[in-house]
T-cell receptor, first 113, second 111 residues
Framework: AQKITQTQPGMFVQEKEAVTLDCTYDTSDPSYGLFWYKQPSSGEMIFLIYQGSYDQQNATEGRYSLNFQKARKSANLVISASQLGDSAMYFC??????????FGTGTSLTVIP | DVKVTQSSRYLVKRTGEKVFLECVQDMDHENMFWYRQDPGLGLRLIYFSYDVKMKEKGDIPEGYSVSREKKERFSLILESASTNQTSMYLC??????????FGPGTRLTVL
């Protein structure tokens, strides 16, 4: 079974600063994908970024980047230059070759002006 | 743009009622999912479907059933609603092995 852990229930960051949201996972499958989603107060989940387990480079999408450390089984999301609109819940998801997928419990990020 | 729509944003039902939550996607995705989201518990998978008329149990299927008669539509059914089914319900669709696209959610209250 695959487990996924987000240890930070709540985080605060000053506007324009960078913030790292932690995600660790536990899998025995050599091939898997890692996803991050954002959920604003409106409720809709929005896909942010994807990392494949065999990808050599860390994924980046605009201000989002994924600090992928395969040996440590961590896939932390880094948001650079935080904006007020980044305040939301953030969820990490993993998916393996058997198409089993698991979500973490989420981290609530608050950006302070 | 991928569009996943859910029939209601807010729903209030009474204990014992049969409840239908409808989800429709317009991108011809094979996979569709139903989750419930509760504070501190994240998203928990109720049921998913990889094809028409096909369904698989997720982590918490008890008290729920699903129907997928057409590729674009995936329905979640609460046969006899109970107060512990008060929750936010999220529908999603995807193509393998890509990201999921979520609907806006239905906040269900069972009185």
């Amino acid at each position: 079974a695959q487990k996924i852990t987000q240890t930070q229930p709540g985080m605060f960051v000053q506007e324009k600063e960078a913030v790292t949201l932690d995600c660790t996972y536990d899998t025995s499958d050599p091939s898997y994908g890692l996803f991050w989603y954002k959920q604003p107060s409106s409720g809709e989940m929005i896909f942010l970024i994807y990392q494949g387990s065999y990808d050599q480079q860390n994924a980046t999408e605009g201000r989002y980047s994924l600090n992928f450390q395969k040996a440590r089984k961590s896939a932390n999301l880094v948001i650079s230059a935080s904006q007020l609109g980044d305040s939301a819940m953030y969820f990490c998801e993993t998916r393996d070759t058997g198409n089993q997928f698991y979500f973490g419990t989420g981290t609530s990020l608050t950006v302070i002006p | 743009d991928v569009k996943v729509t859910q029939s209601s944003r807010y729903l209030v039902k009474r204990t014992g009622e049969k409840v239908f939550l409808e989800c429709v996607q317009d991108m011809d995705h094979e996979n569709m999912f139903w989750y419930r989201q509760d504070p501190g518990l994240g998203l928990r998978l109720i049921y998913f479907s990889y094809d028409v008329k096909m369904k698989e149990k997720g982590d918490i299927p008890e008290g729920y059933s699903v129907s997928r008669e057409k590729k674009e539509r995936f329905s979640l059914i609460l046969e006899s609603a109970s107060t512990n089914q008060t929750s936010m319900y999220l529908c999603a669709s995807s193509t393998n092995p890509n990201e999921q696209f979520f609907g806006p959610g239905t906040r269900l209250t069972v009185l």
